[in-house]
Nanobody, 126 residues
Framework: QLQLVESGGGLVQPGGSLRLSCAAS????????IGWFRQTPGGECEGVAC????????DYADSMKGRFTSSRDIAANTVYLQMDSLPPENTAVYYC???????????????????WGKGTQVTVSS
């Protein structure tokens, strides 16, 4: 069974950057599309980015385009989310999730995902 572990969260000043990692075990990410989600302090859950199992394509929420970049390291079986120019409203718990490539297309929809990590806290504050 696929297991996902996020890391890389922390406290960053407004305008700063963080790189989140989503390390997979139990199966190769070659077979899974990965989605990145966040839950804000107010409880809102939003799909922020996703990357195809092959790594050939990505998709981002409008407010993240140009600031967030998702990539993958095949050898490390890890997906990354580079987050730049972070504003305070990006404070949230960030999760990575996976869905097998045969189940659905690349997706930022919460209900499409099969496996979830436990999340990593990102706090943007001065």
């Amino acid at each position: 069974q696929l297991q996902l572990v996020e890391s890389g969260g922390g406290l960053v000043q407004p305008g700063g950057s963080l790189r989140l990692s989503c390390a997979a075990s139990g199966s190769s990410l070659d077979y899974y599309h990965i989605g990145w989600f966040r839950q804000t302090p107010g409880g809102e859950c939003e799909g922020v980015a996703c990357i195809r199992s092959s790594g050939a394509s990505t998709d981002y929420a409008d407010s993240m385009k140009g600031r967030f970049t998702s990539s993958r390291d095949i050898a490390a079986n890890t997906v990354y989310l580079q987050m730049d120019s972070l504003p305070p409203e990006n404070t949230a718990v960030y999760y990575c999730a996976a869905v097998h490539m045969t189940i659905t297309a690349i997706s930022r929809r919460y209900h499409d995902m099969q496996y979830w990590g436990k999340g990593t806290q990102v706090t943007v504050s001065s």
